[in-house]
């Protein structure tokens, strides 16, 4: 069974930098990709980076040039590096695994930007 267990939440004032962090483990092959969703308070959640296992990556328009998805495949971890948050980035972090046996997703993280 795949569990993922996200860290590096918490609170930043605007323009800080936060890097998140997501353990795999478990029987895992066969990945399709790997990804980083949010979800902001009272809405719906979104994908934020997206890796595929060629390295393609994928950023929604809001991040792009600020977040920097990758991974460390001996650790088997995923990593969301953001910088210049601003107000806006508030919301829970979930890190999303997509297998052939199927889609796993962490507990996520809560990342609040305030001043």
Same mark, same amino acid.
């Given at each position: &069974? #795949?569990?993922?267990?996200?860290? +590096?939440?918490? @609170?930043?004032?605007?323009?800080?930098?936060?890097?998140?962090?997501?353990?795999?483990?478990?029987?895992? %092959?066969?990945?399709?990709?790997?990804?980083?969703?949010?979800?902001?308070?009272?809405?719906?959640?979104? !994908?934020?980076?997206?890796?595929?296992?060629? +390295? *393609?990556? /994928?950023?929604? =328009?809001? #991040?792009?040039?600020? %977040?920097?998805?990758?991974?460390?495949?001996?650790?088997? *971890?995923?990593? !969301? &590096?953001?910088?210049?948050?601003?107000? @806006? =980035? *508030?919301? #829970?972090? %979930?890190?999303?695994? /997509? !297998?052939?046996?199927?889609?796993?997703?962490? &507990? +996520?993280?809560?990342? *609040? #930007?305030?001043?």
């Amino acid at each position: &069974q #795949v569990r993922l267990v996200e860290s +590096g939440g918490g @609170e930043v004032r605007p323009g800080g930098s936060l890097r998140l962090s997501c353990a795999a483990t478990g029987i895992i %092959f066969r990945v399709n990709t790997l990804a980083w969703y949010r979800q902001p308070p009272g809405k719906e959640r979104d !994908l934020v980076a997206l890796m595929t296992m060629s +390295g *393609t990556t /994928n950023y929604a =328009d809001s #991040v792009k040039g600020r %977040f920097t998805i990758s991974k460390d495949s001996i650790k088997n *971890t995923l990593y !969301l &590096q953001m910088a210049s948050l601003k107000p @806006e =980035d *508030t919301a #829970v972090y %979930f890190c999303n695994l /997509n !297998l052939a046996s199927g889609t796993y997703w962490g &507990q +996520g993280t809560q990342v *609040t #930007v305030s001043s």
